[in-house]
């Protein structure tokens, strides 16, 4: 069993910065693959970023190619998403994702465990 807790998220102004942190409880094994996903209201839960829990290949969605940043560091078994000019598209329920196996997804039923979210909201 895996817990995962998010924080970081906040009201902030389009163009700045903001770093998530995802951090992992319970048993956690270095096979993990690590997500992130984000869900707007009305909308489908979006594929944000992804990496390879004991690896170094990484995964982002088209819409935040170039600005979003995904890293983890294991020691402290945490994971981060380092989020860059920002825009109010972006505002949405932010998510930690962890799934039992090497290779991340891109889905979100590909999952075996989910943080509680937290709230990004950008304004203009």
């Known amino acids: 069993q895996v817990q995962l807790v998010e924080s970081g998220g906040g009201l902030v102004q389009a163009g700045d910065s903001l770093r998530l942190s995802c951090a992992a409880s319970?048993?956690?094994?270095?096979?993990?693959?690590m997500g992130w996903f984000r869900q707007a209201p009305g909308k489908e839960r979006e594929f944000v970023a992804a990496?390879?829990?004991?690896?170094?290949?990484?995964w982002y969605g088209d819409s935040v190619k170039g600005r979003f940043t995904i890293s983890r560091d294991n020691a402290k078994n945490t994971v981060f998403l380092q989020m860059n000019k920002l825009k109010p598209e972006d505002t949405a329920v932010y998510y930690c994702?962890?799934?039992?196996?090497?290779?991340?997804?891109?889905?979100?039923?590909?999952?075996?465990?989910w943080g509680q979210g937290t709230q990004v909201t950008v304004f203009s």
């Open positions: 319970g048993r956690t094994a270095s096979s993990h693959a």
């Open positions: 990496c390879n829990w004991s690896g170094t290949n990484t």
């Open positions: 994702a962890a799934i039992a196996r090497t290779l991340p997804s891109t889905v979100p039923a590909g999952y075996d465990y």
